[in-house]
């Protein structure tokens, strides 16, 4: 009997080695598993089933209810369903008496290894011995009770002798078989997750693309992973089992032992980068090493994971090189400026054009300040609030045109482009790229100097002439002064370059336009038409058209004059004339391009009357022009072949005794006969004739007065002499008048000089100091015209008079005109005030003379007293008088 038993256990062992065998089996199919478990659930229920204990025929024991209570528990339902189907129908088939009760023990340890199970699934029970025998205890309690539905007999025989073993053999059996099966059962699930961590590894390290290598403390390849093979020295299973020094050059093997000395001295990560000669090639990695923590062959060992670089250090080295070679171009590329700037203004970056440019060496320039290098001071608060504004919003100051300074304070044009760079880690910068664009700019001042101005001669051209006439054309009608335009054009011009080239024809045109610079005022136009052409615009000429005209033709003269002079042309001495057209600008009526044609005609009038002369457009200006020029002439030549003389006017008293007389110059002209002052006296103060006639008249009425000294008739005569301005302006004036006066022996106390107001208008203070100069000798002033002009009251009481001249205007008039009345008594008065005496010129009648004496008038001139009348018919006059 206990042979059966133990047999029984061995088939349970068997059970429990087949069931583990299965399993493991089908573990990628675990419904067939299951399948097959409970078909060795059953096969060995059946074996157990065949070799039983038989109490009695058709009564028999074995282990089935151990068996299938373990496949319930571990199996689950269809192991234990197939196992109890395979148990029952052996049963059924092996019959007897006992076959019914056979199939409940069956169905009984089936289900309550099932109840087992859920039990467990719950939680509620484990499988540890002691839940494992009372459940065992429970199940073949349960198993006898059912026994006794066996044959009273069998019932019988079982409680007396069967039972107790029975319980005593397969409760430990199912405790038994209940912990192996347990066992089996944890060492699949160590299994499986043993199989599920490696399936991970094994798939986390394929996918890393680095070298993972386990290393011992001897050097030796306990492990190499590896996607391929181009990143390890030889294939992997070559390498696993030899050492670092079997395949490394010795001194890359040591520093590698050192490395995993170091790593396991310390039980820290080690890194290290270094250089191998793969299969691949000479590659380059980052490597790093970690103590493994358990000991490999009795050795301890690292894992040592390499990482390819060589990639990342080409492209790192390939940056380097670019950025180097950026750096380098940046540097070295001439004509564009670089240059860095901090936020505060100070230079950070200076390239070798930015010191050609500005002046500054790298060394000067970077840590200045931008606002002291190159900006000038007049824009620094504008470079200085536009450099905020970009540091503020990022913003970059717009490129354009700068004019900026260097070293040397020469100022350089530059267009300036900025970038706003802000590097992480770094300070943001402005980056200014400069272009130096002064060749540009000199180049376009010179086209638009070019346009405007010709070439050879500097002198404006055409365009700008006529840009100037249209202004003048605008302008002048305002000021009401006179513009005249003259055209001169070179006589035989053509020949010369004919004859000596264009080169010399150059060197003509360039003397020539020099000397009409020379000829004209700041204020005034010379330009060249082309060719032997120019112009002369003459500004600010009188608002009288003849005096204008005047004006203009002794500048044409002039002119005339200088190119007259020879030119000294490549060695040899030419001769040139030119001839003028002149016109004068109405400023109402003509275009430029019509005063152009004026002046164009009117030259080639001058061209047609014989060269080197001039010629007025206008022929009525043309004739008063000739009219004057012969007057002129004319006036000279009367001054040579002594034409003028003298009338003497008498100047009487109160009394009407004749106290003195006027000097009046006439000229006897040939053929005009008697030419009054009017007539000659403006022409001779333009033309400078004044000096010398006025010398003369001066000369001539002292001598006569001096004459008058020696006869006691005449010697208690003043003369009044009239001086021009132009002539009391000369440098020399008091000299001349002291030098006649001692000359002819006159009495400079009978002398008076008459000025006009007009003299007083801008000389005032060099009229006073030779007014003085001759009063000092004894001299008298008179003020002629008085009241006609502008003289201030103020001037007039600085002047050291002696004689206020009432003129004929006023007294003509007033009688009729009562502010010409009030004008002549407040001249009086003001004489009286000022302590001057007073005389009214042009008293004609004896109402005149009753006006004049009522209001306090002591001194008369005029035809009521004597016209101006000849030294003879004067002196009988003064005798007649007496
Ligand atoms: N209608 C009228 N006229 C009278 C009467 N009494 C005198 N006159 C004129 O008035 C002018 C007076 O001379 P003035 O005011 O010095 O004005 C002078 C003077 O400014 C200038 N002048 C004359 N002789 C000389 C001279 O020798 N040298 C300079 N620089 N200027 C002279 O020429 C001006 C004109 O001289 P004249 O033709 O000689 O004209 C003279 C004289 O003939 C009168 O009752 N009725």
Known sequence: MFIELVKGVALLLALCFLHGFNIRVWRQHPWVGQVFSGLIFGGICVVGMLTPV????????????????????????????????????????????????????????????????????????????????????????????????????????INQTLALPYLLTFTPATVVLGLLLHDVEQRMATERALTGTAARLHAITQAIPDVLLVLDAQGRYVEVLS???????????????????????????????????DTLQSGQTHSVEYEMQTLSGLRQFEGRTQPLGVQVGGQAAVVFLARDITKRKQAESALRESELRFRSLLRNIPSISVQGYLQDGTTSYWNQASEQLYGYTAEE???????????????????????????????VIPAGELQLQRKDGTPVHVFSSHAYIQVPGHPPEMFCIDIDISGRKAAEDEARYLAFYDALTQLPNRRLLVDRLQQVLVNGARSGLTTAVLFVDLDNF???NDTRGHEVGDLLLKDVAQRLRSCVREQDTVARLGGDEFVVVLQNLSSDAPEAAAQARALGELILAQLR??????????????????????????????????????????????????????????????????LETELHNGLRRAQF????????????????????????????????????????????????????????????????QQDPLFAHLSLAINVSARQFLQDDFVAQVLALVRQTGANPAQIKLELTESLLLDNVDSVISTMRALKAHGLGFSLDDFGTGYSSLSYLKRLPLDQIKIDQGFVRDVLLDASDAAIARSIIALAGSLGLSVIAEGVETTAHHQFLLAHGCQAFQGYLFGRPLTLEDFESRVRQGE
């Open 494 to 496: 053509k020949t010369l």
């Open 565 to 630: 002079q020879p030119y000294e042309l490549a060695g040899h001495e030419h001769h040139f004339t030119a001839s003028i057209g002149v016109t004068l600008l109405n400023h109402q009526r003509d275009s430029v391009d019509e005063v152009l044609k004026q002046a164009d005609m009117a030259m080639y009038r001058a061209k047609d009357a014989g060269r080197n002369t001039l010629r007025f457009f206008d022929p009525d200006m043309q004739q008063a022009v000739n009219r004057r020029a012969l």
């Open 227 to 261: 996607p391929n093979d181009s990143a390890l020295v030889a294939s992997a299973p070559v390498l696993v089992g030899q050492r670092l020094h079997d395949v490394l050059p010795a001194e890359q093997a040591e520093r590698f032992m050192a490395l995993i000395r």
């Open 365 to 395: 320039a970077i840590g200045a300040n931008l606002l002291d290098l190159i900006i000038p001071p007049p824009m620094r608060n504008d470079v200085r609030a536009h450099m905020q504004h970009m540091f503020a919003t990022g913003e």
């Open 54 to 157: 038989v109490l009695m025929p058709g009564v028999i024991f074995d282990a089935r209810s151990v068996v299938l209570s373990m496949a319930g528990l571990f199996g689950g339902p269809l192991v234990a369903g197939i196992a109890a189907l395979m148990a029952a129908t052996g049963r059924l088939w092996l019959g007897g008496a006992g076959a019914e009760v056979g199939l409940m023990v069956i169905g009984l340890c089936t289900a309550l290894g099932l109840v087992y199970r859920e039990g467990r699934a719950r939680g509620r029970l484990g499988v540890e011995p002691v839940t494992l025998a009372v459940f065992g205890l429970l199940l073949h309690t349960a198993v006898i009770a059912l026994f006794q539905l066996l044959p009273s007999e069998a019932v019988q025989r």
């Open 645 to 708: 003389l003298l009338l003497y006017q008498p100047q009487v008293d109160s009394q009407g005794r004749v106290t003195g007389a006027e000097a009046l110059v006439r000229w006897q002209h040939p053929v005009q006969g008697m030419v009054p002052p009017s007539e000659f006296i403006p022409l001779a103060e333009e033309s400078g004739l004044i000096l010398p006639l006025g010398q003369w008249v001066m000369e001539t009425a002292l001598r006569q007065q001096a004459r008058w």
